[in-house]
């Protein structure tokens, strides 16, 4: 029994040596035919590794620089007003102390008596202490150090920019910028701030920076002023972090402060790279597998040309098993190239891409070689390769000689055994469980895979539709319409590769349109023609009164409204605290800062009570309050829950009375949470307010109300919706961009299929041309299939990638929905572009082959 063992692992091991002999030997005829696979291979896996490797150099960059980007080794951030005394002195007996106060306000030129449009511009306005920064470095474009720039001279302190104040008011530096009641000298231009990450991660203006002892001649620190204190700690060194907050949270457990340290440094980046990296992975890994198909229908090609040879070696008495290690063998090597080609262009993206991030990210990326990274790249290019290879690899492995022989006019069918088909079956699983195991968000790529399998399927179902309707059509009377729709269905036809591969790339671009269609329609179509031209906010209560009339005496003003407005956060529901009793991930975002909160006798305009009842105008008794429908559904609840809501350092425990649903879209002032009268009317407050006004009155409000009011923050709408329109534009940019590699792949794949086929668009070209076609006949004959197969493609790519908008909208982000045709016709035309493009220069070779050489079986 031993003997037979050796002589059976003997004979393996000489069968495997043999194998790879024969697979050098072919090899060495050189990579014809295998250019689409190595490109197709490598685009994935390049972007796979240059995705992976850019965001672990950036992940590094923010663990690396946690110091710098919060600013100390601890922060603190408080609403409205700075630590009491007795906390500022535990806080400076920690280690060093650096304070500073951020708010939105208005800067305008000095000239503001003057007629035309007020120049003004909001801006984020951010004072700071001689200390700041404790770590990191604030950069100046010409030089020069922070504090001498904001230092008071000549009676005057100073401000630096960014660029965008100079470019809205029109100043440049040695000019005056006036904020609130304060006049400052513009002395530098931010080139780099180093804690900006941790700060608000919406900015609705450029940055203005003064001193901290400026502000109080700026009288913009008013009570109830909407203001975040922050308290950087240095800690000596060798002090934990967490040993320091716990100490805190034990001295001053009821402060109505948010504590973070350098380990989390910038939680709004780290969640939008880590977003990114899985959105752009999948994108890399869609492109992958696009390419896969490519991958499959080089292999066939190649066994296809090679079909002569498997048929001898079969005569010769070459088991099966040996043919399929030996193209096995040589499909291994030849991915390895790819691969490689793929993880060196990846590795390179971090030094091509790192300076680029530099000025678009509050981060300096790690340049370096992430081993990690690459490997991951290289994993999903073996697996793919394998997946898309094993079914030709087993089916040339099982076809008989004869079979083969007739290859080129009787294209041998079946599938392999059921080994081959449980193996491929198990290295898809593969893919698709690294894909979900190396993912952040396992829902979304559980999700992701199971879309891929579904659009996989989807479309060769609508090729085998495509095919079937071919056949049936019958025969037309037009010669070339006849041989295009023969070609759609005949032995050996393209149809069901260009579908797939196109129809996938083209089917992304027609969901990314249509959702981003809808965006912008949403932020600018959808606006009422009565939205209000600004909002007013850091209203005091005395002037109130005196706006209203201010802004109603300008002509083409109206529907001025104001409510109280304060800032709470969501401490506890029903008892539990408020990140325990969450239910819904999705709503996380209502955890993440404070919350806007009033007060109101009367249930706010459009808004819409779908749970529960509003109260009465005069009710008195305990604490009530009405939530937003988003607020119910993160937690669970409705009428009658206890919801424990911290203001200005004070929980408030009321009773859920109703909820409520609100249309955002009409731009009326409305809040998460509305309490009943009686609670918060002492409560240190400022009101926000609203104006209609028509375009030609808005200079003379915003003019009238700088001058009158220099502390109340004006946004006006119209700039807030550019801003949002900038970077929805910003964002589809990037997301086309992305989209295009998965199209890059799909044009590789329908160049392999054209390739692939070439051999027999020159049989056909040459008995067409021997029976009396010309030239131009069978041209015409070949683009018309072409163009037949892209206007199908670019339907079923349509229909699905509406679908998917359709879905993604209504679903997963609850909005409106309205099919834009310009997306998809815009696909059709690309669409039947690109197969033309391909089929003519895949035809226009065939038909300059010399016929004689095909005749004589040459």
Partial sequence: MSSLADSAAGSRAGSLALALRLARRELRGGLKGFWIFLSCLALGVAAIAAVQSVSRSILDGLAGDGRAILGGDVAIRQLYTPPNPEQRAFLVSSGRLSQSVEMRAMARAPDQAGGGEARSSLVELKAVDDPYPLYGDLTLRDGGSLRDALALRDGRWGAVVEDGVLDRLGLKLGDTVLVGDGAFTLRGVIRREPDRASSNAFSLGPRLMVALGSMEATGLLQPGSLA?????????????????????????????????????????????????????????????????????????????????TIAILKCVGAPGGLVFQLYLAQILILAALGIAVGLALGALAPLAFGRLLEDLLPVTARIGVYPGALAVAAVYGVLTALTFSLWPLGRAREVPAGALFRDVISPAGGRPRYPYLIAMALVAAALAALAVATAQNKLFAGWFVAGSIASFLAFRGAASLVIAGAARVGRPRRPGLRLALANLHRPGNPTGPVVLSLGLGLTVLVAIALVEGNFSRRVTETIPKDAPAFFFVDVQPDQRDTLRELVAGVPGTGGFEAVPSLRGRIESVNGTPAEQALKSPDQEWILSGDRGVTYSAGLPRQSTVVAGSWWPADYAGPPLVSIHQ??????????????????????????????????????????????????????????????????????????????????VTMVRVRDALDTVNTMLADIGTAVRVTAAITLAAGMLVLAGAVAAGHRRRVYDAVVLKVLGATRGDVLRAFLLEYGLLGLVTAAIAGVIGTLTAWAVLRFLMHWDWVFLPSAVLSTALLSTAVTLAFGFYGTWRALGQPSAPLLRNE
Avoid at 235 to 246: H, N
Avoid at 664 to 671: A, D, E, G, V
Avoid at 679 to 695: G, H, S
Avoid at 706 to 711: S, T
Wanted: hydrophobic residues 45%; charged residues 20%.
């Fill in 630 to 711: 988003s607020v119910a559904d993160a937690f669970g609840i409705g009428p009658g829950a206890r919801l424990g809501v911290n203001i200005l350092g004070r929980t408030i425990t009321a009773e859920v009375a109703n909820v409520r649903a609100a249309d955002f879209t009409t731009l009326s002032i409305n809040f998460v949470m509305v309490f009943a009268p009686g609670t918060l009317e002492r409560a240190p407050q400022t009101w926000i307010a609203t104006v209609r006004a028509t375009p030609e009155a808005e200079a003379a409000v915003q003019r009238a109300v700088l001058q009158r009011f220099p502390n």
């Fill in 228 to 308: 975040y204190w922050n308290s950087k700690v240095a800690l000596p060194s060798g002090s934990d972090p967490a040993a320091w907050q716990a100490a805190l949270k034990e001295r001053f457990p009821d402060a109505p402060w948010r504590v973070r340290d350098y380990t989390n440094a910038s939680p709004q980046v780290e969640r939008f790279i880590g977003r990114m990296t899985l959105f752009l992975t999948l994108v890399g890994l869609t492109a992958l597998l696009v390419g896969g198909v490519g991958v499959g229908n080089a292999v066939r090609s190649h066994l296809d040309g090679r079909a002569r």
